[in-house]
């Protein structure tokens, strides 16, 4: 079958299989690891997450600084008043109601696991590519990492991994889908904050699972969407300059 002028997102469908893929291993390999060997992956993990966020933040485009700090304070207020934690929180204990999953860290393995694979330029360029060219080739070596970092996560997380293959699906698909409406919208330097944004939230989660101490990452999701109007308006600002 060829795929090259599919209206698919086959890039996405091939990342979900390699997360999957990855996720299983990464379960199975869970009941072979002694706990103090678990304990150390927990803390590379936790070690490497807080150097990605470091250094996606570090992309922050010249002259909006302002733009990135407003971005997550007006983020997490929205994320406050809209009670985001909860509400996935009680979306995940749902799902582990539903399917019998007994493990406690489910829903913060799921968030995790989105914000690693999901958040980042690999992500919207090598989704708009495809969605504009039919181009998958950064989408398949982003496959390829995710699938190699989704054992490390399976294997301490547990089954939440697994699962991020659905917002996975909703998020990046629907970048690749929505790509040729967005041509003129996701330019370089929105790309680019997006991924500072971001981030910044990998560095949290970063601080969370070192336990050095307790960001609310989940609150300050909706950062994402607040830094794409204030970009959009300050480049507007700019060009009218």
């Known amino acids: 079958m060829n795929f090259s002028n599919s209206k698919l997102p086959i890039g996405t469908l091939i990342n979900m299989?390699?997360?999957?893929?990855?996720?299983?291993?990464?379960?199975?390999?869970?009941?072979?690891f002694p706990e103090n060997i678990q304990s150390i992956i927990f803390q590379a993990i936790g070690l490497g997450t807080l150097v990605l966020?470091?250094?996606?933040?570090?992309?922050?485009?010249?002259?909006?600084?302002?733009?990135?700090?407003?971005?997550?304070?007006?983020?997490?207020?929205?994320?406050?008043?809209?009670?985001?934690?909860?509400g996935l929180q009680g979306l995940?204990?749902?799902?582990k109601e539903v399917l019998g999953i007994t493990e406690g860290a489910f829903t913060e393995g799921l968030i995790t696991a989105f914000l690693l694979f999901c958040i980042g330029s690999m992500t919207f360029v090598g989704a708009i590519e495809e969605g504009l060219e039919g181009k998958r080739d950064l989408l398949m070596v982003k496959s390829t990492l995710d699938g190699i970092s989704s054992i490390a996560f399976a294997s301490t997380y547990g089954i939440g991994v697994l699962f991020s293959i659905v917002p996975m699906l909703i998020f990046q698909g629907g970048?690749?889908?929505?790509?040729?409406?967005?041509?003129?919208?996701?330019?370089?330097?929105?790309?680019?904050?997006?991924s500072a944004v971001g981030g910044a939230l990998i560095i949290g989660i970063g601080i969370n699972i070192l336990d050095l101490g307790a960001i609310n990452v989940e609150n300050l999701l909706p950062a994402l969407l607040v830094t794409l109007p204030l970009t959009w308006l300050q480049q507007r600002v700019q060009a009218t300059k």
């Open 175 to 194: 970048i690749t889908l929505m790509a040729r409406q967005l041509q003129q919208f996701f330019t370089p330097t929105m790309i680019a904050q997006l």
């Open 92 to 95: 995940g204990d749902t799902i």
């Open 17 to 32: 299989g390699t997360v999957t893929i990855g996720s299983l291993i990464g379960l199975y390999l869970q009941g072979i």
């Open 53 to 86: 966020g470091v250094m996606m933040s570090l992309k922050v485009p010249e002259g909006y600084l302002l733009n990135f700090i407003f971005s997550l304070i007006l983020g997490g207020v929205v994320g406050e008043l809209l009670g985001v934690q909860a």
